[in-house]
Protein backbone atom coordinates (compact mmCIF):
# COMPACT_ATOMS: atom_id res chain seq x y z
CA UNK A 1 0.00 0.00 0.00
CA UNK A 2 1.56 3.10 -0.67
CA UNK A 3 1.96 5.31 2.56
CA UNK A 4 1.49 8.95 2.02
CA UNK A 5 2.18 10.96 5.57
CA UNK A 6 -1.29 11.95 7.15
CA UNK A 7 -2.10 15.54 7.04
CA UNK A 8 -3.07 16.87 10.13
CA UNK A 9 -6.30 17.04 9.70
CA UNK A 10 -8.64 20.06 11.93
CA UNK A 11 -11.79 19.01 13.79
CA UNK A 12 -14.35 21.54 13.04
CA UNK A 13 -16.29 22.49 15.45
CA UNK A 14 -19.82 22.55 13.34
CA UNK A 15 -20.40 19.81 11.71
CA UNK A 16 -23.06 17.80 10.55
CA UNK A 17 -23.02 14.95 13.73
CA UNK A 18 -24.02 17.45 16.10
CA UNK A 19 -27.79 16.90 14.75
CA UNK A 20 -27.05 13.14 15.04
CA UNK A 21 -25.15 12.78 17.97
CA UNK A 22 -25.23 13.91 21.57
CA UNK A 23 -21.74 13.76 22.69
CA UNK A 24 -22.37 14.74 26.57
CA UNK A 25 -24.67 11.88 26.26
CA UNK A 26 -22.10 9.80 24.48
CA UNK A 27 -19.30 11.06 26.72
CA UNK A 28 -21.25 10.12 30.02
CA UNK A 29 -22.29 6.37 28.54
CA UNK A 30 -19.00 5.62 28.06
CA UNK A 31 -17.76 6.93 31.46
CA UNK A 32 -20.14 4.93 33.23
CA UNK A 33 -19.11 1.78 31.65
CA UNK A 34 -15.49 1.93 32.12
CA UNK A 35 -16.39 2.84 35.92
CA UNK A 36 -18.39 -0.77 35.63
CA UNK A 37 -15.09 -1.95 34.92
CA UNK A 38 -14.23 -1.45 38.14
CA UNK A 39 -17.02 -1.13 40.49
CA UNK A 40 -19.54 -3.42 39.80
CA UNK A 41 -17.91 -7.24 41.33
CA UNK A 42 -19.07 -10.17 39.32
CA UNK A 43 -20.02 -8.47 36.36
CA UNK A 44 -17.59 -9.16 33.21
CA UNK A 45 -16.23 -5.92 32.35
CA UNK A 46 -17.40 -6.01 28.51
CA UNK A 47 -20.74 -7.17 28.87
CA UNK A 48 -20.98 -4.13 31.21
CA UNK A 49 -19.15 -1.76 28.36
CA UNK A 50 -21.49 -3.28 26.15
CA UNK A 51 -24.97 -2.53 28.15
CA UNK A 52 -23.46 1.23 28.39
CA UNK A 53 -23.08 0.77 24.24
CA UNK A 54 -26.23 -0.84 23.57
CA UNK A 55 -28.34 1.72 25.58
CA UNK A 56 -27.55 4.01 22.83
CA UNK A 57 -28.04 2.00 20.13
CA UNK A 58 -24.44 1.21 19.85
CA UNK A 59 -23.17 -2.18 19.04
CA UNK A 60 -20.78 -4.28 20.79
CA UNK A 61 -16.63 -3.62 20.94
CA UNK A 62 -16.21 -0.18 21.42
CA UNK A 63 -13.69 1.16 24.12
CA UNK A 64 -15.01 4.09 26.73
CA UNK A 65 -12.20 6.27 24.83
CA UNK A 66 -14.11 5.66 21.44
CA UNK A 67 -16.03 8.41 20.06
CA UNK A 68 -17.15 8.84 16.49
CA UNK A 69 -15.14 11.08 14.33
CA UNK A 70 -16.62 14.18 12.38
CA UNK A 71 -18.05 13.89 9.18
CA UNK A 72 -15.30 15.65 7.69
CA UNK A 73 -12.61 13.23 9.27
CA UNK A 74 -14.39 10.10 7.85
CA UNK A 75 -15.09 11.81 4.29
CA UNK A 76 -12.03 13.78 3.54
CA UNK A 77 -9.20 11.01 4.34
CA UNK A 78 -10.12 8.11 2.69
CA UNK A 79 -8.62 5.05 0.41
CA UNK A 80 -10.17 4.33 -2.54
CA UNK A 81 -8.01 4.02 -5.10
CA UNK A 82 -10.42 3.70 -8.38
CA UNK A 83 -10.76 7.63 -7.38
CA UNK A 84 -6.66 8.23 -6.71
CA UNK A 85 -4.30 7.21 -4.41
CA UNK A 86 -3.61 10.20 -2.31
CA UNK A 87 -5.87 10.69 0.47
CA UNK A 88 -7.97 14.02 -0.76
CA UNK A 89 -8.78 12.21 -4.63
CA UNK A 90 -11.71 10.09 -3.56
CA UNK A 91 -13.89 12.92 -2.18
CA UNK A 92 -12.46 15.69 -4.91
CA UNK A 93 -13.13 13.06 -8.01
CA UNK A 94 -15.98 10.68 -7.04
CA UNK A 95 -18.23 14.22 -6.85
CA UNK A 96 -19.91 13.20 -10.42
CA UNK A 97 -19.94 8.94 -9.62
CA UNK A 98 -23.50 7.98 -10.08
CA UNK A 99 -24.91 5.44 -8.35
CA UNK A 100 -28.48 5.22 -9.26
CA UNK A 101 -29.24 2.84 -10.97
CA UNK A 102 -27.08 0.22 -9.43
CA UNK A 103 -27.48 -3.64 -9.64
CA UNK A 104 -25.91 -6.35 -6.83
CA UNK A 105 -25.74 -9.59 -8.06
CA UNK A 106 -25.72 -12.66 -5.45
CA UNK A 107 -24.22 -16.10 -6.91
CA UNK A 108 -22.53 -18.75 -7.19
CA UNK A 109 -22.74 -21.93 -4.80
CA UNK A 110 -26.10 -20.58 -4.05
CA UNK A 111 -29.78 -22.20 -4.56
CA UNK A 112 -31.42 -18.87 -5.45
CA UNK A 113 -28.65 -16.28 -7.32
CA UNK A 114 -30.17 -12.98 -8.02
CA UNK A 115 -29.53 -9.47 -9.86
CA UNK A 116 -31.61 -6.94 -8.07
CA UNK A 117 -31.42 -3.13 -8.44
CA UNK A 118 -30.32 -2.00 -4.98
CA UNK A 119 -33.60 -0.74 -3.19
CA UNK A 120 -34.87 -4.41 -3.78
CA UNK A 121 -31.65 -6.11 -2.64
CA UNK A 122 -32.01 -3.78 0.17
CA UNK A 123 -35.59 -4.22 0.74
CA UNK A 124 -36.17 -7.17 3.25
CA UNK A 125 -33.77 -6.39 5.56
CA UNK A 126 -33.34 -3.99 8.54
CA UNK A 127 -31.61 -1.36 8.30
CA UNK A 128 -29.30 -0.57 11.08
CA UNK A 129 -27.39 2.11 12.87
CA UNK A 130 -24.04 0.54 14.14
CA UNK A 131 -21.40 2.08 15.43
CA UNK A 132 -17.28 0.78 14.65
CA UNK A 133 -14.21 1.20 14.86
CA UNK A 134 -11.87 1.04 11.79
CA UNK A 135 -8.17 0.39 11.57
CA UNK A 136 -6.61 0.69 8.39
CA UNK A 137 -3.28 -1.60 7.95
CA UNK A 138 -1.63 2.01 7.62
CA UNK A 139 -1.66 2.43 11.14
CA UNK A 140 -4.23 4.79 11.44
CA UNK A 141 -8.06 4.74 13.01
CA UNK A 142 -11.05 5.90 12.77
CA UNK A 143 -14.70 5.17 14.50
CA UNK A 144 -17.35 5.05 12.30
CA UNK A 145 -21.58 6.22 12.50
CA UNK A 146 -22.80 3.67 9.54
CA UNK A 147 -25.96 2.68 8.83
CA UNK A 148 -26.60 -0.55 6.78
CA UNK A 149 -27.69 -3.99 6.90
CA UNK A 150 -26.40 -7.57 8.06
CA UNK A 151 -24.30 -9.40 6.12
CA UNK A 152 -25.35 -12.80 7.24
CA UNK A 153 -28.95 -12.19 6.45
CA UNK A 154 -28.14 -11.20 2.49
CA UNK A 155 -25.86 -14.67 2.14
CA UNK A 156 -28.82 -16.19 4.03
CA UNK A 157 -31.33 -15.06 2.17
CA UNK A 158 -29.17 -16.57 -1.02
CA UNK A 159 -29.02 -19.76 0.31
CA UNK A 160 -25.93 -21.23 0.03
CA UNK A 161 -25.38 -24.95 -1.38
CA UNK A 162 -23.45 -26.95 1.13
CA UNK A 163 -20.33 -26.95 -1.07
CA UNK A 164 -19.90 -23.03 -0.36
CA UNK A 165 -17.14 -21.73 2.18
CA UNK A 166 -15.98 -18.77 0.86
CA UNK A 167 -17.55 -15.41 -0.05
CA UNK A 168 -16.16 -13.33 -2.43
CA UNK A 169 -16.92 -9.30 -3.44
CA UNK A 170 -16.22 -7.48 -6.38
CA UNK A 171 -16.22 -3.46 -6.87
CA UNK A 172 -17.85 -1.83 -10.13
CA UNK A 173 -15.19 -1.96 -12.80
CA UNK A 174 -16.37 1.05 -15.49
CA UNK A 175 -12.67 3.35 -16.03
CA UNK A 176 -15.30 6.08 -17.45
CA UNK A 177 -16.40 6.50 -13.79
CA UNK A 178 -13.94 5.71 -11.84
CA UNK A 179 -11.00 6.95 -13.54
CA UNK A 180 -8.10 5.44 -11.26
CA UNK A 181 -9.14 2.72 -12.83
CA UNK A 182 -7.50 3.48 -16.11
CA UNK A 183 -3.55 3.35 -14.74
CA UNK A 184 -2.47 -0.15 -13.35
CA UNK A 185 -1.85 0.45 -10.29
CA UNK A 186 -3.68 -2.18 -8.90
CA UNK A 187 -5.28 -5.11 -10.80
CA UNK A 188 -9.04 -4.31 -11.37
CA UNK A 189 -11.54 -4.63 -10.63
CA UNK A 190 -10.87 -5.03 -6.93
CA UNK A 191 -11.82 -7.83 -4.91
CA UNK A 192 -11.98 -9.11 -1.47
CA UNK A 193 -13.01 -11.76 0.47
CA UNK A 194 -13.88 -13.72 3.86
CA UNK A 195 -14.31 -17.80 4.89
CA UNK A 196 -18.33 -18.15 5.28
CA UNK A 197 -18.49 -18.51 8.41
CA UNK A 198 -16.95 -14.92 8.73
CA UNK A 199 -19.28 -13.24 6.91
CA UNK A 200 -21.75 -14.99 8.48
CA UNK A 201 -20.55 -13.17 11.92
CA UNK A 202 -23.51 -10.99 13.25
CA UNK A 203 -20.20 -8.36 12.90
CA UNK A 204 -20.35 -8.01 9.34
CA UNK A 205 -21.58 -5.25 8.04
CA UNK A 206 -22.92 -3.85 4.04
CA UNK A 207 -23.20 -0.14 4.77
CA UNK A 208 -25.33 2.23 2.83
CA UNK A 209 -25.15 5.12 4.90
CA UNK A 210 -23.30 7.36 7.30
CA UNK A 211 -24.23 9.56 10.41
CA UNK A 212 -28.00 8.60 9.39
CA UNK A 213 -27.28 9.93 5.44
CA UNK A 214 -26.66 8.56 2.40
CA UNK A 215 -23.32 6.97 2.07
CA UNK A 216 -20.88 9.23 0.11
CA UNK A 217 -19.13 8.31 -3.36
CA UNK A 218 -15.58 8.90 -1.11
CA UNK A 219 -16.70 6.06 1.82
CA UNK A 220 -18.38 3.15 -1.31
CA UNK A 221 -21.52 4.64 -2.21
CA UNK A 222 -23.93 3.10 -2.58
CA UNK A 223 -22.88 -0.19 -0.86
CA UNK A 224 -19.28 -1.43 0.95
CA UNK A 225 -18.58 -3.73 3.45
CA UNK A 226 -17.13 -3.45 6.90
CA UNK A 227 -15.54 -5.75 8.74
CA UNK A 228 -14.71 -4.06 11.92
CA UNK A 229 -12.18 -6.66 13.50
CA UNK A 230 -10.37 -7.02 9.70
CA UNK A 231 -7.64 -4.20 8.61
CA UNK A 232 -9.66 -1.70 6.98
CA UNK A 233 -8.45 -3.01 3.04
CA UNK A 234 -11.00 -6.03 2.95
CA UNK A 235 -13.95 -3.63 3.78
CA UNK A 236 -14.24 -3.40 -0.30
CA UNK A 237 -16.67 -0.55 -1.49
CA UNK A 238 -18.76 0.31 -4.12
CA UNK A 239 -19.74 -3.64 -4.72
CA UNK A 240 -21.63 -4.72 -7.32
CA UNK A 241 -21.33 -8.83 -6.95
CA UNK A 242 -21.17 -11.34 -4.21
CA UNK A 243 -20.38 -14.72 -4.91
CA UNK A 244 -20.32 -17.85 -3.17
CA UNK A 245 -17.23 -20.41 -3.62
CA UNK A 246 -15.72 -24.13 -2.96
CA UNK A 247 -12.22 -21.81 -2.70
CA UNK A 248 -10.24 -19.31 -0.95
CA UNK A 249 -10.93 -16.46 -3.48
CA UNK A 250 -8.26 -14.06 -4.42
CA UNK A 251 -7.84 -10.88 -2.46
CA UNK A 252 -6.71 -7.30 -4.04
CA UNK A 253 -3.60 -6.34 -2.01
CA UNK A 254 -2.73 -10.21 -1.29
CA UNK A 255 -2.25 -10.06 -5.84
CA UNK A 256 -0.65 -6.67 -5.27
CA UNK A 257 2.10 -7.80 -2.54
CA UNK A 258 1.97 -11.43 -1.39
CA UNK A 259 4.38 -10.61 1.22
CA UNK A 260 2.75 -7.69 2.81
CA UNK A 261 -1.33 -8.24 2.89
CA UNK A 262 -2.42 -11.81 3.13
CA UNK A 263 -5.90 -13.40 3.49
CA UNK A 264 -6.89 -12.69 6.97
CA UNK A 265 -6.00 -9.36 7.36
CA UNK A 266 -7.09 -9.43 11.08
CA UNK A 267 -5.94 -6.92 12.76
CA UNK A 268 -3.15 -8.16 14.93
CA UNK A 269 -0.82 -5.80 17.30
CA UNK A 270 1.53 -8.67 17.32
CA UNK A 271 2.17 -9.14 13.50
CA UNK A 272 3.97 -6.23 12.30
CA UNK A 273 4.06 -5.42 8.78
CA UNK A 274 6.94 -5.73 6.76
CA UNK A 275 7.84 -2.32 6.25
CA UNK A 276 6.45 -0.77 9.64
CA UNK A 277 4.70 -1.71 13.27
CA UNK A 278 1.14 -2.57 13.83
CA UNK A 279 1.64 -2.34 17.55
CA UNK A 280 0.57 1.62 17.91
CA UNK A 281 -2.17 3.58 15.47
CA UNK A 282 -3.16 7.19 15.09
CA UNK A 283 -6.70 7.97 15.63
CA UNK A 284 -7.25 10.74 13.03
CA UNK A 285 -8.48 13.84 14.36
CA UNK A 286 -6.03 12.98 17.76
CA UNK A 287 -1.88 13.34 18.04
CA UNK A 288 -1.31 10.87 20.39
CA UNK A 289 -0.59 7.23 19.15
CA UNK A 290 -3.06 4.59 20.77
CA UNK A 291 -2.07 0.79 21.27
CA UNK A 292 -4.00 -1.34 18.64
CA UNK A 293 -5.75 -4.06 20.15
CA UNK A 294 -5.75 -7.76 19.05
CA UNK A 295 -9.20 -7.75 16.65
CA UNK A 296 -9.34 -4.59 16.73
CA UNK A 297 -10.78 -4.65 20.00
CA UNK A 298 -13.43 -7.46 19.11
CA UNK A 299 -11.29 -10.40 20.06
CA UNK A 300 -14.32 -11.41 22.76
CA UNK A 301 -16.77 -11.65 19.74
CA UNK A 302 -15.05 -13.02 16.81
CA UNK A 303 -11.94 -15.00 18.26
CA UNK A 304 -13.59 -18.32 18.73
CA UNK A 305 -13.45 -18.44 14.67
CA UNK A 306 -9.58 -18.42 14.07
CA UNK A 307 -9.19 -20.74 17.26
CA UNK A 308 -6.16 -22.97 16.57
CA UNK A 309 -4.82 -21.49 13.39
CA UNK A 310 -1.15 -19.92 13.39
CA UNK A 311 -2.29 -15.94 13.47
CA UNK A 312 1.59 -14.83 12.56
CA UNK A 313 1.25 -17.27 9.30
CA UNK A 314 -2.42 -16.32 8.92
CA UNK A 315 -2.34 -12.67 8.34
N1 LIG B 1 -12.38 -0.64 -1.84
C1 LIG B 1 -12.09 -0.35 -3.12
N2 LIG B 1 -12.91 -0.76 -4.09
N3 LIG B 1 -10.96 0.35 -3.45
C2 LIG B 1 -10.06 0.75 -2.50
O1 LIG B 1 -9.04 1.38 -2.85
N4 LIG B 1 -9.48 0.77 -0.12
C3 LIG B 1 -9.59 -0.02 1.12
C4 LIG B 1 -11.04 -0.17 1.57
N5 LIG B 1 -11.90 -0.52 0.46
C5 LIG B 1 -10.34 0.44 -1.15
C6 LIG B 1 -11.55 -0.25 -0.84
C7 LIG B 1 -8.79 0.52 2.22
S1 LIG B 1 -7.11 0.29 2.12
C8 LIG B 1 -9.36 1.10 3.32
S2 LIG B 1 -8.43 1.55 4.68
C9 LIG B 1 -10.80 1.41 3.35
O2 LIG B 1 -11.46 1.06 2.14
C10 LIG B 1 -10.99 2.90 3.60
O3 LIG B 1 -12.34 3.16 3.83
P1 LIG B 1 -12.79 4.67 4.17
O4 LIG B 1 -12.24 5.53 3.07
O5 LIG B 1 -14.29 4.66 4.20
O6 LIG B 1 -12.17 5.00 5.48
Known sequence: MLIRRAPDLKSSEITPEHLYWNRREWIAAATAAAGALV???????LA?????????????GLQPDDKPNSYEDITE???FYEFGVDKGDPAARSKGFRTAPWTV????????????HL???????????????????????MVMPWRGISLADVIKRAEPTSQAGFVEFTTLYDPQRMPGQKSRVLDW???EGLRLDEALHPLAFLVTGLYGKDLPNQNGAPLRLHVPWKYGFKSIKSVVRIR???????????????????FYANVNPGVDHPRWSQATERRIGEFRRRKT??????????????????LNKNY
Open 39 to 45: LAPGVRP
Open 48 to 60: ALAQGQQRLGMPF
Open 77 to 79: YNN
Open 105 to 116: RVEGLVKAPASY
Open 119 to 141: EDFLKPHRIEDRIYRHRCVEAWS
Open 189 to 191: PYV
Open 244 to 262: LLDKQPRNTWNVAAPGEYG
Open 293 to 310: LMFNGYAEQVGSMYAGMD
